[in-house]
């Protein structure tokens, strides 16, 4: 089992970050964070990198039943979605797998949840 789904697309990066956006949102999903590396990495170690963000992306309903069913799960909180320029005008989108994380906890009541996250994330790389 793959740890992430993805998809490769033609387009402006910022624009496709606005698209991912806009579907994560139609799945119930607001962006906590967001972590742009490039920026991040010439600042700290004055290196060069290709554009790309970490979007943290979390469903509060779902958050929260998996904080009941398991109080440590908000160590793989929120959902990660990266966006990446591969080159000019190919940008990837790709979003962690919730059922690979959690084949690591020992705990059936989130199989539910994961399985439903799971399907929301799929559908949102699938509109791109």
């Keep these: 089992m793959k740890y992430y789904f993805n998809k490769t697309l033609n387009g402006n990066f910022d624009q496709i970050i606005e698209k991912v956006t806009e579907e994560l949102k139609k ?54 979605v990266i966006v990446q320029e591969i080159s000019k005008g190919i940008v990837e989108v790709a979003a962690v797998n919730p059922m690979a994380s959690m084949q690591s906890v020992e705990n059936e009541a989130l199989k539910d949840i994961a399985q439903e996250i799971t399907a929301k994330l799929e559908n949102v790389i699938e509109k791109l």
């Design 27 to 80: 799945e119930g999903f607001g962006i906590l964070t967001e972590i742009d590396v490039k920026e991040t990495l010439k600042k700290k170690l004055d290196i060069d990198f290709k554009k790309y963000k970490i979007l943290g992306a979390c469903n509060p309903p779902y958050a929260h039943k998996a904080l009941v069913a398991e109080d440590k799960i908000g160590t793989m909180l929120p959902c990660n």
